[in-house]
């Protein structure tokens, strides 16, 4: 079983910045592909960013690409996403998410087997 635990979120003007972690637990986290889901107030979670194993392969929605960028330490269990020229539309509870294998269909929920609690993040204009 695999716990993931995100830090970081808060509460940020437009245009500022903000990093999430996201705490894995677990000896294989190497082979993890990782992702980050947002869900904003009456919408569904969706896609933002994801990572292979090897860090060597990422995607990114297109609402997010270019001011976002996810990265990861495989020797410390962790997983990050910068967040760049937020906008008052980027508001939402942000997941993260991680399951074993290729990095393939990572843009869909059912992708994932494991996911944290979401860490909120709020941008105001």
């Known amino acids: 079983q695999v716990q993931l635990v995100e830090s970081g979120g808060g509460l940020v003007q437009a245009g500022g910045s903000l990093r999430l972690s996201c705490a894995a637990s677990?000896?294989?986290?190497?082979?993890?592909?990782m992702g980050w889901f947002r869900q904003a107030p009456g919408k569904e979670r969706g896609f933002v960013a994801a990572i292979s194993g090897s860090g060597g392969s990422t995607d990114y929605a297109d609402s997010v690409k270019g001011r976002f960028t996810i990265a990861r330490d495989n020797a410390k269990n962790t997983v990050s996403l910068q967040m760049n020229s937020l906008k008052p539309e980027d508001t939402a509870v942000y997941y993260c998410?991680?399951?074993?294998?290729?990095?393939?269909?990572?843009?869909?929920?059912?992708?994932?087997?494991?996911w944290g609690q979401g860490t909120q993040v709020t941008v105001s204009s």
């Open positions: 998410a991680g399951d074993y294998g290729r990095f393939w269909g990572v843009r869909r929920m059912e992708r994932y087997d494991f």
């Open positions: 677990g000896r294989t986290f190497s082979e993890y592909v």
